[in-house]
């Protein structure tokens, strides 16, 4: 997916020769082998990809597989939510379900965590991250993700707390200031160049904050007022605007 993706668990996880080490790779590789089947799947850079197949036409969306089908009814709607601000079309008409993927494979990596009994966990994908439990297992501590300056990779300008007493366990951020303009804006003129949401998952997280770079001032209050999010968007001028779940925080 052109991204790092990292997997922080706590200090006391168990090391080589230690019991539960071989859960411990198990885990990672449960990670790694979902991230990459996705990526085999839905990339637009593979040729080989049903994605691709799609572009070219060479398949057509009523034959294409169950889990490509599913995701193109989840990104749809999530276009009716959104007024047309999220979509999973190109201006040109082609396919790109970019959009959602990233966040779909956080989502299901962290089930599959779960589901092997990793319960204290942070995963973080380019910069969007979901949580489970506490880097201290067994407190209410929560996780701290941090937020980078758009105008300095290097710094980051603010932190929010994931987990522990906090309903949010996500944060997913969208915007230009890292790979350029890459998101198919909706009657705005670049308002914002990078936009930060957090919620209690991490696809809501992840759409919601490329629809507020893509829509603007308009689909921010939208956000705010449909959904349990807190919001951070940054102008190019570096003023900021920020919900109060965020200024909280």
């Not at 996705?38 to 597989?65: H, I, M, N, W």
């Amino acid at each position: 997916m052109g991204t790092v993706i990292g997997l922080t668990m706590p200090a006391d996880s168990p090391t080589e020769g230690q019991p539960g080490f071989d859960e411990l790779g198990a885990a990672t590789a449960v990670v790694e082998r979902l991230f990459r089947d996705l990526d085999e799947t839905f990339s637009l850079y593979r040729p080989d990809s049903e994605a691709s197949k799609l572009a070219r036409g060479d398949v057509k969306l009523p034959q294409a597989s169950a889990q490509m089908r599913e995701r193109y009814a989840e990104a749809h709607e999530w276009r009716l939510r959104t007024e047309g601000a999220f979509t999973p079309e190109r201006p040109d008409g082609v396919l790109d379900l970019s959009g959602i993927i990233k966040g779909h494979a956080i989502r299901e990596a962290g089930t599959s965590l779960l589901a092997l009994g990793r319960r204290d966990w942070c995963l973080n994908a380019g910069g969007d991250v979901l949580v489970s439990g506490s880097p201290r297992p067994g407190s209410a501590e929560p996780w701290k993700a941090g937020v980078v300056d758009p105008a300095d990779r290097r710094t980051l300008i603010t932190g929010y707390a994931l987990g522990g007493t906090n309903r949010h366990a996500a944060i997913a951020t969208s915007g230009s200031a890292e790979r350029g303009e890459h998101i198919w804006r909706v009657g705005n003129d670049g308002e914002f160049i990078q936009v930060s949401v957090a919620a209690a998952d991490i696809v809501t997280a992840d759409v919601l904050a490329t629809a507020i770079v893509a829509g603007g001032t308009r689909m921010l209050n939208r956000a705010a007022d449909h959904w349990d999010v807190a919001v951070l968007a940054i102008r190019a001028d570096g003023s900021m605007l920020a919900t109060p779940g965020f200024q909280s925080s």
